[in-house]
């Protein structure tokens, strides 16, 4: 039998005896189900254990995968597991779909009410391109949220929704909607300027849209390479993976980057480009690093860039 102690903050230590099963048996599951039992308030998804480092002279473990057992985490007989209650949960799809929702909405209407704001004004080819590329751009998202992406967790803590809508809404939605929806960029204000120039926003809405297209491409082959939980991962071989190691990061920068552009450097459209660039460098740091210690780094990462070839 294999027998174990959690410390919860703020509660009493649980002791927790499975009898009859040796820690090979036992799986994190188990843990956080007895742990349920113990206190109804924590389900498993607001259950975040470790198992501290000896003496405590490195990090804690955390054991995260609720199909391994204790034993493939070296939790013996006896050992201290540490909880943290991680507070009310959201499903990672439903935190999705509310960030991506409010720009499809809210630029069409901070658009509209921008003539209260500003006074009556003829609005701009490029104003409109703008907003319907932005409108595009997150109908996909929420498209693909809903039906394309796996997750590897199912829940993240409630707090995140407020956290992710005020990026997105307040960026996507109410700055990009004060600082194009303008009169500084009306048509009466470019007209006979490069940004009132049919061929150059062309341009940039084929590179904007073929972006889109590519980073949904990536995202439909990285669906294709999930796994039961327990199997090996994959890596990604798709279109763009030859060159970067997270390419559906890469062409989404490229879209942002080619409406900053088509706006000549819109402030709203900047930020945007630099608070997403930030995060994703971030990520792609951390993938990098999982795919070295996964995979032989000599076949994968291999040379391949980072982010964004031929830059990161």
């Known amino acids: 039998m294999v027998a174990i102690t959690v410390s919860v903050p703020g509660k009493p230590t649980v002791n927790l005896d499975f009898t009859g099963k040796p820690p090979a048996q036992v799986t994190i599951k188990d843990v956080k189900i007895a742990i349920q039992a113990k206190f109804p308030k924590l389900l498993p998804n607001r259950q975040r254990i470790t198992l501290p480092s000896v003496n405590g002279a490195g990090k804690p473990i955390p054991l995260t995968e609720e199909s391994r057992s204790l034993e ?5 007989d006896g050992s201290k597991l540490k909880l943290k209650d991680l507070g009310k949960q959201v499903g990672y799809r439903t935190l999705y779909l509310w960030e991506y929702v409010g720009p499809i909405f809210l630029n069409p209407l901070f658009l509209h009410l ?19 590329l932005i409108v595009i751009h997150f ?19 409630l707090s995140y929704v407020v956290r992710n809508c005020i990026y997105y809404w307040g960026v996507c939605g109410l700055l990009i909607g004060l600082t194009l929806y303008r009169p500084a960029y009306s ?20 590179v904007e849209l073929t972006a889109e ?19 090996p991962r ?35 459209t900047i930020v945007y480009l630099l608070i997403g660039g930030y995060f994703m460098k971030i990520w792609a740091d951390q993938k990098y690093a999982r795919y070295k210690k996964e995979f032989n780094a000599k076949e994968f990462p291999g040379k391949r860039y980072k982010l964004f070839p031929p830059f990161y």
């Open 234 to 268: 994959k890596y990604p071989t798709g279109l763009g993976y030859g060159l970067a190691v997270c390419a559906n990061y890469w062409f989404e920068l490229i879209g942002i980057v080619a409406m900053v552009i088509m706006t000549g450097g819109d402030l709203g």
């Open 187 to 206: 048509a009466t204000a470019l007209k006979g300027s490069l940004l009132d120039n049919s061929v150059w926003i062309t341009i940039w809405t084929v």
């Open 213 to 231: 297209l590519l980073n949904l491409n990536t995202h439909l082959h990285l669906r294709s390479l999930r796994q039961p939980p327990g199997q």
């Open 72 to 76: 493939s985490y070296d939790v013996k």
């Open 139 to 157: 109908i996909k998202r929420f498209l693909e949220s809903a039906f394309v992406h796996r997750f590897s967790r199912a829940t993240v803590p």
């Open 114 to 132: 921008s003539t209260y704001l500003w006074g009556d004004y003829k609005f701009s080819p490029l104003q409109l391109t703008i907003r319907n």
